[in-house]
C-alpha cells in the first residue's frame, strides 16, 4: 500500500486547514520544499501536494515551489488545487508530476474530465471531495448538491486512473478517515482509491491495508503534530 505524505500550500508556506475552512489553517514554520526533503530522507516514495492558492483562483499558483520539488527529489508526486483547463494539467506532465488531480472543474462539467482522460492517459486522478455525501467544489467553499456516489457512477468509465476520495468532515480532525463511506465508493469505482481525511494514527494505516480496491492513504496533519513518527509510518509503505 502507498503512502502519501500531504504537502498543502498556501502563501508559499506549509499549512494545514480544519475541515477545508480557510479560516480555521495552522501554519508550520518549516517550508514546503524542507518538508519535501524530510519525507524523502524518511524513504517515501509518493507525495500529495495540494496547491490551496491555487485551488481558490482556479490556476496554477505554486508551480515554482512544485517544480523545486521535482528537480530536487525523485518522488512520484499526485498534485490538486485549481486545475481548470488543459493547459495547467500540461504544465504539471511538463515538469514531471505524476498525476494531476481534477476535482472542481470535473464536477462542474464532466465533459472536461472526459477529454482530460482521453488526453493524457493515465495522468488523471479524480478528486472526490465529500460531505454529508455530497461533493463540494471551489476549494470546498460551495456544495455542487450532486451525490458523491452518483456522481461516481455517472463517469465511472472515462478513464480516471485513481480516485482520491476525501471526507471533508473529517479532514484535518484527526478523527480518524471515514472508512464506511470509502469503502463505498471502492466498491463502486473502476480505478484504485486513496483514502483521504482523518488520518490519526498508524493504527488508521494498518486498517486500511485489509481494505478492497484501496491504493493507498494520505497523512497529514498527524504528522506535523507529531501524532504519526515518519519513521514508523515509512514501514507501512510499499
Same mark, same amino acid.
Given at each position: 500500500? @502507498?503512502?502519501?505524505?500531504?504537502?498543502?500550500? +498556501? %502563501? !508559499?508556506?506549509?499549512?494545514?486547514? $480544519?475541515?477545508?475552512?480557510? %479560516?480555521? @489553517?495552522?501554519?508550520?514554520?518549516?517550508?514546503?520544499? =524542507?518538508?519535501?526533503? +524530510?519525507y524523502k530522507d524518511h524513504g517515501f516514495k509518493?507525495?500529495?501536494? #495540494?496547491?490551496?492558492?491555487?485551488?481558490?483562483?482556479?490556476?496554477?499558483?505554486?508551480? =515554482?515551489?512544485?517544480?523545486?520539488? #521535482? #528537480?530536487?527529489?525523485?518522488? &512520484?508526486?499526485? $498534485?490538486?488545487?485549481?486545475?481548470?483547463?488543459?493547459?495547467? $494539467?500540461?504544465?504539471?506532465? %511538463?515538469?514531471?508530476?505524476? !498525476?494531476?488531480?481534477?476535482?472542481?472543474?470535473?464536477?462542474?462539467? +464532466?465533459?472536461?474530465?472526459?477529454?482530460?482522460?482521453?488526453?493524457?492517459?493515465? !495522468?488523471?486522478?479524480?478528486?472526490?471531495?465529500?460531505? =454529508?455525501?455530497?461533493?463540494?467544489?471551489?476549494?470546498?467553499?460551495?456544495?455542487?448538491? @450532486?451525490?458523491?456516489? *452518483?456522481?461516481?457512477?455517472?463517469?465511472?468509465?472515462?478513464?480516471?486512473?485513481?480516485?482520491?476520495?476525501?471526507?471533508?468532515n473529517r479532514d484535518g480532525t484527526k478523527q480518524?478517515?471515514?472508512?464506511?463511506?470509502?469503502?463505498?465508493?471502492?466498491?463502486?469505482?473502476?480505478?484504485?482509491?486513496i483514502i483521504s481525511g482523518g488520518v490519526s494514527?498508524?493504527?488508521?494505516?494498518?486498517?486500511? +491495508?485489509?481494505? @478492497?480496491?484501496?491504493?493507498?492513504?494520505?497523512?497529514?496533519?498527524?504528522?506535523? =503534530?507529531? *501524532?504519526?513518527?515518519?519513521?514508523?509510518?515509512? &514501514?507501512?509503505?510499499?
Amino acid at each position: 500500500m @502507498k503512502i502519501f505524505p500531504a504537502i498543502d500550500i +498556501k %502563501d !508559499k508556506k506549509c499549512v494545514r486547514l $480544519i475541515k477545508g475552512n480557510f %479560516d480555521d @489553517k495552522t501554519e508550520y514554520q518549516i517550508s514546503p520544499i =524542507d518538508q519535501a526533503g +524530510k519525507y524523502k530522507d524518511h524513504g517515501f516514495k509518493n507525495l500529495h501536494i #495540494v496547491d490551496l492558492d491555487g485551488a481558490l483562483k482556479g490556476e496554477t499558483v505554486n508551480l =515554482d515551489i512544485i517544480q523545486e520539488i #521535482v #528537480v530536487k527529489y525523485d518522488f &512520484k508526486i499526485e $498534485i490538486g488545487g485549481g486545475v481548470r483547463n488543459f493547459e495547467s $494539467i500540461q504544465k504539471y506532465i %511538463d515538469i514531471g508530476v505524476e !498525476k494531476i488531480i481534477l476535482g472542481s472543474a470535473a464536477i462542474k462539467d +464532466k465533459n472536461f474530465l472526459k477529454d482530460a482522460c482521453q488526453s493524457f492517459p493515465n !495522468k488523471i486522478a479524480l478528486g472526490l471531495d465529500s460531505k =454529508d455525501g455530497y461533493l463540494s467544489v471551489s476549494g470546498w467553499k460551495e456544495s455542487s448538491n @450532486k451525490s458523491t456516489l *452518483d456522481y461516481l457512477k455517472e463517469v465511472n468509465n472515462y478513464g480516471v486512473s485513481r480516485l482520491i476520495y476525501t471526507d471533508i468532515n473529517r479532514d484535518g480532525t484527526k478523527q480518524g478517515p471515514n472508512f464506511e463511506e470509502t469503502n463505498k465508493v471502492a466498491e463502486i469505482s473502476n480505478c484504485p482509491v486513496i483514502i483521504s481525511g482523518g488520518v490519526s494514527s498508524i493504527d488508521d494505516i494498518k486498517k486500511t +491495508k485489509g481494505l @478492497k480496491n484501496i491504493e493507498g492513504i494520505i497523512v497529514g496533519k498527524a504528522i506535523y =503534530d507529531g *501524532d504519526i513518527k515518519l519513521d514508523e509510518l515509512v &514501514k507501512e509503505n510499499a
